[in-house]
């Protein structure tokens, strides 16, 4: 596919994390090893509460592990304060979240263009942007200024898409993207998915725990009572 | 910090416009506020203009000088008992560098007969420079001039009262009228300026030359009270030092023995007056703030709210790249915003009120522009104190578990 394939992108080591609820301390991931390389199409597979879950939150910057190291293009992303992370997470990672979570009072373009403006690019920079993310997921010009409950399941999460690639993140992180699709707007979207992997070398990291859509994954891990069981 | 403001106040009026009358009944308490600040303001300049106004009518800069008062066997009089004050002190007060001019006075109430009607009415022997003084010019026929002080002309100039009393539609100029069985010319009648601030009628009045007065009327040779314009308001204090040292050295008054007349300085006056009006309006404004803080307060809560329900968003924000600062300065923005178009209303409100108090009751109010330009600074201040917290806690979410909030 590319010759940067070998590069690692991702690189997780012996990765703890620990949820404290009251008096009792929940231990969601024990002792998590990963490396995944660029341009990899990744999934994560797993039963409800298996951790994977809070594997995407730690792969994604959104949260901290409590213990080991996650080194994020060579940087060890574990100890960064939140500001530290929010910006990594805006340069370097797009998100597609299983119940879209696009912002309901803003308009199509308005939550495409969201991530740019937070990187600082001018309104009408953010504008051209967001417009070619939107054609690249089929999102036609005359729906830019709908409201997200003005259009479809469907293509709503093509805008998600939208929003995760606009600022040609590095690594995409899909968490359930087809659980609220039918399997014909599964596999669309799954294309597109693919797609990217293909054109522009994105690694894509794929949290699902259905197997016909892990299918499309080039590269499979399954976590089970916070382990990965399968590699 | 790098998300453009002007996309941060644009969203501020898409969620005002999502919920319009929340947002309005959230601003309600601002609108109260600043509505009662700029009309409480305006009422309470409104009467410190009146004093003033009140004060100015009675002449520009004027210095009152009255003679000192008696002691006979223990017994006190008030000011204007003594003979010390003569038409010389007046003459001598006149040629001093801080004094524009003066009117040597005396007064009294005389019956005053034309024909088959009689009036009592004040009679003021004075000089004549009485209109420049008093800022009180003649409407008909004119004013006696110095020659005719000089020669105790009898003449006289009257008020619209006793004009009315005496003449009903007629034009009394030419007349004869008695006063004190002497015959007294009309030569004029004096512009009537109704009542002055402590309920006096001041048209209710003649003026006849002051050495007509002292000889045919009152038959004394003394003053009741001498009249001083300074030459500017900052003159006054010049002028009443000047005039103390002069009348002192005339009266051959010993430096250790106390003045033997009495100097009002109506600009004091006028001052302490003013001053007290001021203290009125800064009390009922503080007053109106109360319940620009009750307003910010709501504000407060309304942010809470809007902060919990939209954690999702705050959520997704964060995972697109939102920094803390980002976050907290969209939620400021947001409650600025909202207590700005309070405050803008409030200013329209308290306006209209403050209009409308001036139409139908007998305040006079005033309208300036620092009460308007401080509530809206106040009212954007508002916005930022009690959306602070909000703004922080929104700021402070976790962003896992602002994204899982349903």
């Known amino acids: 596919m590319n010759e940067n394939i070998n590069e690692t992108v991702i690189r997780l080591e012996h990765i703890g994390m620990i949820y404290k609820t009251g008096a009792i301390n929940y231990e969601a991931l024990k002792d998590i090893n990963l490396t995944i390389r660029k341009g990899e199409f990744f999934s994560i597979m797993g039963a409800s509460g298996s951790g994977k879950s809070t594997l995407m939150n730690i792969l994604g910057c959104l949260d901290k592990p409590t213990f ?28 597609v979240f299983q119940g879209f979570n696009l ?51 469907g293509e709503q999460q093509r805008v998600a898409i939208a929003r995760a690639i606009v600022h040609n993140a590095s690594i995409i992180m899909a968490d359930e993207p087809t659980g609220n699709l039918d399997s014909v707007r599964s596999n669309e979207l799954m294309s597109f998915f693919k797609k990217i992997n293909a054109e522009r ?31 | 910090m790098k998300f453009p403001i002007l996309l941060d106040v644009q969203s501020a009026f898409k969620t005002f416009a999502r919920n319009k ?38 002449g520009s800069n004027l210095l009152i000088i009255l003679p000192g008062s008696s002691n006979l066997g223990g017994v ?78 009898n003449v006289a100039v009257i008020g619209t009262t006793v004009a009315t009393q005496l ?29 002055n601030a402590f309920g006096q009628d001041q048209d209710d009045l003649v003026t006849v030359p002051i050495t007509t ?57 006028a001052q302490t007056a003013s001053s007290s009006a001021q203290i009125f309006t800064i009390l009922l404004a503080a007053v109106a703030a109360v319940s620009l803080l009750v307003g910010g307060i709501g504000i407060m809560n309304i942010m809470l709210v809007s902060v919990t329900e939209r954690t999702k968003e705050i959520g997704i924000r964060m995972a697109v790249g939102a920094k803390k600062n980002d976050i907290l300065k969209q939620f400021l923005i947001e409650s600025s915003v ?66 899982r909030y349903e």
């Open chain 1, 68 to 95: 080991g190291k996650y080194f994020l293009e060579d940087e060890d992303v574990s100890t960064l304060s939140k500001d530290r992370l929010a910006e990594i997470r805006n340069k370097k990672i797009g998100f």
């Open chain 1, 103 to 153: 912002i309901q009072r803003l308009s199509v373009i308005e939550n495409v263009e969201l991530p740019l403006f937070y990187a600082g690019l001018t309104h009408k920079e953010a504008n051209i942007e967001a417009k070619k993310a939107l054609r690249l997921v089929d999102i036609p010009e005359n729906k830019e200024n709908n409201f997200p409950n003005q259009i479809s399941g």
């Open chain 1, 201 to 231: 070398n994105a690694t894509i990291i794929l949290v699902t725990h259905e197997p016909d859509v892990a299918a499309f994954a080039k590269k499979h891990i399954t976590v089970k009572d916070g382990h990965i069981v399968d590699n």
């Open chain 2, 21 to 58: 009358a929340r947002s309005f009944l959230t601003t309600l308490g601002i609108i109260i506020g600043v509505a009662s600040v700029i009309a409480t303001v305006s009422i309470g300049q409104g009467a410190s203009a009146s004093v003033q106004d009140a004060i100015n009518a009675m």
């Open chain 2, 76 to 153: 006190q009089t008030g000011f204007g008992e003594l003979p010390t004050l003569t038409l010389q002190d007046a003459e001598a007060i006149r040629k001093l560098p801080a004094v524009k001019t003066d009117a040597a006075n005396i007064r009294m109430n005389e019956q005053v007969i034309w024909r088959g009607n009689n009036w009592g009415a004040s009679v003021l022997g004075t000089s004549s420079t009485f209109p420049v003084i008093r800022k009180w010019p003649v409407t008909k026929g004119e004013f006696f001039d110095k020659q005719q002080v000089d020669t105790a002309a």
């Open chain 2, 167 to 195: 003449f009903g539609l007629m034009n009394p100029v030419g007349h004869i009228v008695l006063i004190h069985n002497v015959p007294f010319k009309i030569i004029g009648e004096l512009k009537s300026i109704g009542f």
């Open chain 2, 213 to 269: 007065m002292m000889e045919k009327i009152a038959g004394i040779s003394w003053v009741n009270i001498i009249m001083v314009s300074a030459k500017s308001k900052k003159d006054t204090e010049i002028a009443q030092n000047q005039i103390t040292a002069l009348l002192r050295q005339k009266h051959h008054i010993p430096p250790h023995k106390p003045n033997d007349f009495y100097i009002r300085n109506l600009t004091q006056i």
């Open chain 2, 338 to 403: 909202l207590s700005l178009f309070g405050g803008v209303l409030g200013i329209g409100l308290g306006i209209g009120i403050s209009d409308l108090i001036s139409v139908i009751s007998p305040l006079h109010t005033i309208l300036t522009i620092e009460p308007i330009l401080i509530s809206i600074v106040f009212s954007v201040a508002v916005g930022v104190f009690f959306g602070f917290y909000p703004a922080y806690k929104a700021s402070n979410l976790n962003p896992v578990e602002a994204l």
